[in-house]
């Protein structure tokens, strides 16, 4: 079994910081791709930036220049460190991990539970 657990959302004022960490647990093989989503009410899920295991990175556009995703491979975490945040930044904030459970098996994608962010005055 695997779980993805969140820490690191709140309530924070526009301009400010909060940083987002994700730890996978359980007995796997190993783990690919390390990312972040978030889906704001109303609207769908999107991508906020992702990690693979050779170390390249993404960011969306929105997150260039305010947003760092970062991993620890040897602790199966993932960080995002959000920094000059906007109001427009509000949301549910979802770990993903793409995971090859055993050696033999197909990857898949596993997710946290969510953690919210707010930004507002």
């Known amino acids: 079994q695997v779980q993805l657990v969140e820490s690191g959302g709140g309530l924070v004022q526009p301009g400010g910081s909060l940083r987002l960490s994700c730890a996978a647990a359980?007995?796997?093989?190993?783990?690919?791709?390390m990312g972040w989503y978030r889906q704001a009410p109303g609207k769908e899920r999107e991508l906020v930036g992702s990690?693979?295991?050779?170390?390249?990175?993404n960011l969306a556009d929105s997150a260039k220049g305010r947003f760092t995703i970062s991993r620890d491979d040897a602790k199966n975490m993932v960080y995002l460190q959000m920094n000059s945040l906007k109001p427009e930044d509000t949301a549910v904030y979802y770990c993903?991990?793409?995971?090859?459970?055993?050696?033999?098996?197909?990857?898949?994608?596993?997710w946290g539970q969510g953690t919210q962010v707010t930004v507002s005055s």
């Open positions: 993903n991990a793409r995971i090859k459970y055993r050696s033999w098996s197909t990857s898949r994608d596993y």
């Open positions: 990690t693979t295991s050779s170390g390249s990175t």
């Open positions: 359980g007995n796997f093989f190993s783990i690919t791709t």
